[in-house]
């Protein structure tokens, strides 16, 4: 679908306006018209992040990247980006359902393409403010799936069904420390027992700042 066809379904079942989408995204209710009738096709790079937000949907998906079979269609020719070479892509991971392995159809809310040569093996949207400065809030932290990481290595981890992206320490054979970047945060502390419900799924190898 072309991302006017997105727009106006998502718009149409979110019961939203063109102009409350404009408020939301900072644009005019006229942009949005254009937008959605398909006059303008491409949209701003700042633009892509928050229209994806008020739709609920991933970014990817906003353009044009899946249909609902999963299948890719060719990427929109976006200003001022230059598509990643074709060959690899990994799944977006935004949430976590409740039992399932991380990588399992239901978590994967879209796909990102990437070169050929990189070693990322799924793609975890940051959710929150934890990781600060270093990734912000709808940011994709790109992961190597691994079941182990080096003290001080970011990861994510999952506790769980939930996964959260923290730098790993291990002070004891028997304790793990989750760290957030932001001081904020207060560590993380498991022991023992609590052990037994984490796993280390994969090691952080990379940023994308999304808007």
């Keep these: 679908m072309e991302l006017k066809d997105i727009l106006r379904i998502k718009r149409t079942e979110l019961n939203l306006t063109l ?17 959605e009738s398909g006059e303008i096709k491409n949209l701003r790079r700042d633009k892509i992040g928050n229209l994806a937000k008020v739709l609920n949907i991933s970014p990817s998906q906003l353009l044009g990247d899946l249909d609902e079979d999963n299948t890719k269609h060719t990427e929109m020719n976006i200003p001022g980006i230059i598509p990643l070479p074709t060959g690899k892509r990994v799944p977006i991971i935004g949430s976590i359902a409740c039992g399932t392995p991380i990588l399992a159809q239901e978590n994967i809310e879209g796909y990102l393409s990437l070169n050929p040569d990189d070693s990322a093996d799924f793609c975890l949207i940051c959710k929150g403010d934890s990781m600060l400065p270093r990734c912000q809030n709808g940011d994709l932290v790109l992961i190597r799936k691994q079941p182990t990481v080096d003290n001080g290595e970011i990861a994510a981890v999952r506790i769980g069904d939930e996964a959260t992206l923290k730098k790993v320490y291990r002070p004891a054979p028997d304790q793990l420390m989750l760290i957030a970047e932001n001081s904020d945060f207060p560590p993380i502390v498991l022991t023992k027992d609590e052990i037994n419900s984490v796993s280390i799924e994969g090691k952080a190898i990379g940023f994308i700042r999304m808007f």
Excluded at 19 to 35: D, F, L, P, Y
């Design 19 to 35: 102009e409350e989408i404009g408020n939301a995204v900072g644009v005019s209710k006229a942009t949005v018209q254009r937008w």
